[in-house]
């Protein structure tokens, strides 16, 4: 679908499996709007009875005595009000499941798109604007279906069937009715357009107001630490009477809508009941058809009145579509091969790299580095130097601008990111764990893993002993992000998780960092005995967690600038050297 087809088009076609629901629906709700005009109507021919009595109309149809012209009004009426409500029930019926269902599905494949996007475009977004969408957006959708298409269709219904029985009636009269309503309606739609503006602001700010509401309270320790509490507040403050400026502009606007349109309809009830009553006083129309008209004017005010909300549903609801559209829209920029590696064995190679974050300096000006299957590779660095990088590299989180990553000699870009991603067990340096227990967080490293294999898991990751003396156990709720842990405790759960991923390759990006040294000297024993048939890359600061690796890179300035052996580093007198000598305190 085109972006610039009109959302409204965009939307049908989105719910072109619905068509059959959206046809029935529609028609329910002209057929209810079709009958609930009908009582006018029957007003109008029991005046006629008493008026006239033998020569009414129905006596005319052949039903002389009044009394049973009343029976037959009575059995008409009765008919029309259960036709009424049957469709009433059912276009309810219809639209809202639609409704539901279009908001579900929308918000699934919404979210299964924002899921294959890659990093990049997530470094472009907020997640308040994003939730946005999939909340905000998504609801707004849901509003008009439920209520705002009936609504548009039930007001062009009347403004056809109104106008209709009128022409029928005194097309003198009618014409005066009906000149208001082109009016209003284009009237409407250029007040909806202006109001439409004042509405995007609004949406923006409660995005803006979304992202800092939730950065905060991610952010809790942070501000305590700061005692920031005051500035926050003003923050907030701040971003909240923005939203309320912009709401305040919003309502001005479409607060006066409804008395001008009220105005409007004023002229032609006024002009109805003057020249209907004229008309019929001279003896053009009969008291029968000038009751009719009386009443069917009122019939067209309330839903003309109605007609600003419904096209201030619309506004909203086409606002939203193309936003949520746009998003589905948008190209995953991270396309996968096809090709699948039967046994990943897990030799790794960079060549020649060359990538830059968007906007930022080259990270790496030709970087080549080759990991041998089954070596255990360390990577050294300053900080901001690019070792987390490398590995977003490896997992195609971001592709390079030139040169190329291979598994197994096969270039990434062509593997499934089924079979890269999942030959790849990765602790990084930012684990996030889930809201759920401790053992569902080691657990989704495979899913349907045995009991032995979890025990096994935590075992390796030292994390036995510190679960034990957790209150529930296995069973502890680790909390949002696994805020009730500690920092090293959060690192062993996820190197537990890793573990039990059981992928040819381990990657540990400063997986050890926030653990004591006798924790960590021992959860290096048993990677030592893991790393056994397994490509491993060790990212780290502290120098003695690499220093067993087979080989250690340095990397420095965009490219690899030592590599060997812990001693044979040493040898080089180099920067390794150099930061061992700082950080042993032999210096
Ligand atoms: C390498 C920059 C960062 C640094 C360089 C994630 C990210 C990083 N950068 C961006 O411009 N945008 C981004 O989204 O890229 O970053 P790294 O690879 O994370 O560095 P590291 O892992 O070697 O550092 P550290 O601190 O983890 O040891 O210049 O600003
Ligand atoms: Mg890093």
């Known amino acids: 679908m085109v972006k610039d087809s009109h959302p409204l088009t965009r939307l049908f076609s989105q719910l072109r499996d619905h068509r059959v629901t959206i046809i029935l629906a529609s028609f329910c709700s002209v057929m209810n709007k079709f009958w609930d005009l009908a009582p006018p109507v029957l007003i109008g021919i029991a005046v006629d009875v008493v008026a006239l009595r033998e020569e009414s109309f129905l006596g005319d149809m052949g039903w002389s005595d009044p009394r049973d012209q009343f029976l037959i009004l009575v059995a008409l009426t009765v008919v029309i009000w259960v036709l009424e409500s049957l469709f009433e029930y059912f276009y309810a019926v219809l639209w809202r499941n639609l409704a539901q269902t279009a908001q579900h599905e929308l918000r699934m494949s919404a979210y299964k798109h924002i899921q294959d996007l890659e990093m990049r475009w997530f470094s472009e977004q907020t997640t308040g604007g994003l939730m946005a969408i999939m909340n905000d957006d998504v609801n707004q959708l849901e509003r008009f279906l439920d209520q705002g298409a009936t609504d548009l269709l039930q007001v062009a219904t009347t403004v056809i069937v109104v106008g209709g029985i009128m022409f029928y009636i005194a097309p003198e009269v009618a014409i005066l009715a009906i000149i208001p309503v082109p009016i209003i309606v284009i009237g409407s739609f250029m007040f909806q357009r202006r109001i439409g503006e004042r509405y995007t602001r609004v949406r923006e700010e409660v995005a803006d107001l979304n992202s800092l509401l939730n950065n905060n309270l991610s952010g809790i320790t942070t501000i305590k630490s700061f005692t920031a509490e005051e500035r926050e507040i003003e923050r907030v403050r701040a971003a909240s009477e923005t939203y309320r400026k912009a709401n305040q502009s919003a309502i001005r606007l479409s607060a006066s809508f409804v008395p001008l349109i009220r105005m409007a309809i004023l002229f032609a009830f006024t002009a109805n009941m003057l020249v209907g009553g004229w008309m019929a006083l001279d003896g053009r129309l009969s008291i029968g058809a000038y009751s009719v008209i009386v009443f069917i004017t009122q019939r067209l005010l309330w839903p003309l009145t109605r007609l600003g909300q419904t096209f201030d549903l619309y506004q909203r609801a086409m606002a939203s579509t193309a936003r949520v559209l746009d998003l ?260």
């Open 328 to 587: 589905l829209d948008t190209d995953i920029g991270i396309v996968e091969g096809d090709v699948s590696i039967e046994r990943v064995s897990g030799d790794i190679e960079f060549l020649d790299l060359g990538f830059s974050y968007q906007g930022r300096e080259p990270v790496y000006k030709g970087l080549s580095l080759k990991i041998n299957s089954g070596e255990t590779l360390g990577i050294v660095g300053s900080t901001g130097a690019g070792k987390t990088t490398l590995m977003s590299l490896l997992m195609r989180l971001h592709d390079p601008q030139s040169g190329s990553v291979k598994l197994d000699g096969i270039d990434v870009r062509d593997l499934t990111l089924e079979c890269l991603r999942g030959s790849i067990a990765l602790v990084s340096q930012n684990t996030t764990l889930f809201p759920g227990s401790v053992r569902d967080n080691i657990l989704y490293g495979k899913p349907n893993a045995t009991e032995e294999e979890v025990l096994n898991s935590a075992n390796i990751a030292e994390a036995m002993e510190f679960i034990r003396t957790l209150p529930d156990g296995w069973e502890t709720e680790v909390g949002e992000d696994g805020h009730r842990l500690s920092g090293g405790q959060r690192q062993r759960l996820a190197i537990a998780r890793a573990v039990l991923k059981d992928a040819p390759i381990l990657v540990l990006d400063e997986a050890t960092s926030n653990v004591d040294n006798e924790t960590e000297a021992a959860l290096q024993r048993s990677i030592e005995k893991l790393s056994k048939n397994r490509t491993t890359i060790i990212i780290a600061h502290r120098l003695s967690t690499v220093r067993n690796a087979d080989r250690i890179a340095v990397l420095d300035s965009g490219g690899i600038t030592e590599m060997g052996s812990h001693d044979e580093l040493i040898q080089l007198s180099g920067l390794y050297s150099r930061l061992w000598a700082v950080q042993t305190g032999v210096a």
